[in-house]
């Protein structure tokens, strides 16, 4: 795990709440199931769970996720339960051809805990 840690730059979530404010361009990614996606989720996150992440990014398995087709050349930012799913995933997104790409350091689970807000469906 590492090697990718080299190739992925995990942000705080002040960095990221930042970044939210001030980037028109940025593609959020909750990597969880969907029940916990429902139950509270960043605010503008896509719901894309783990499993599903490769084929939504590769143009040749055609699942039609067109903000991530059509994404290529924008900001990426991860999130899984605890910051540990979302490297891994954030390093591959990157090795399929997408620009910039994050991973939330400590994931949801720390983006609430330090007062940041989550929406429910």
Known sequence: MSEIHTEVREISVEEFDEMI?????????????????RRGH??????????????????TRRIQIEQLFGGRHKTFVLCSRDGSGSVAAADRLRQLGAGKVYSLAG????WQAQGFALVAD
């Open 107 to 110: 994931g949801i689970a720390h």
């Open 21 to 37: 404010e001030n980037h028109d361009e940025l593609i959020i990614v909750d990597l969880r199931e969907a029940g916990e996606f």
């Open 42 to 59: 960043i605010p503008g996150a896509m719901l894309l769970p783990h499993g599903l992440l490769e084929g939504a990014v590769d143009d």
